[in-house]
């Protein structure tokens, strides 16, 4: 009975900025990894980024690096993505994915529970 939910995607201009949240239920624990991933139309789901359950180490695919930050909040039970200096190529919809691991992966197949996506508009 996993559940997770995201929200605050939106239009917003190159250049500004867009804060993601997805807010998780369902585990016992916070013992879990998670991580974005986004699909451009005519592109394949590719992996943002990841976080593990206590928030120590993160992953960052190398188009995002230095622009965007993931963070979580295990008292809230939400993960946040601090989505700054966007552009256009980052328009997509974005997921939100969890799995009981320690460490995110890049690899999407190895999330069990992911959101139904937030739509994410970058104009130029």
């Known amino acids: 009975q996993v559940h997770v939910v995201e929200s605050g995607g939106g239009l917003v201009q190159a250049g500004g900025s867009l804060r993601l949240s997805c807010a998780a239920s369902g585990f016992t624990s916070s013992r879990y990894a998670m991580g974005w991933f986004r699909q451009a139309p005519g592109k394949d789901r590719e992996f943002v980024a990841g976080?593990?359950?206590?928030?120590?180490?993160?992953d960052y695919a190398d188009s995002v690096k230095g622009r965007f930050t993931i963070s979580r909040d295990n008292a809230k039970n939400t993960v946040y993505l601090q989505m700054n200096s966007l552009k256009p190529e980052d328009t997509a919809i974005y997921y939100c994915?969890?799995?009981?691991?320690?460490?995110?992966?890049?690899?999407?197949?190895?999330?069990?529970?992911w959101g139904r996506g937030t739509q994410v508009t970058v104009s130029s």
């Open positions: 994915a969890a799995d009981r691991k320690f460490y995110p992966t890049a690899r999407a197949e190895e999330y069990a529970y």
């Open positions: 976080i593990s359950w206590m928030g120590a180490s993160t």
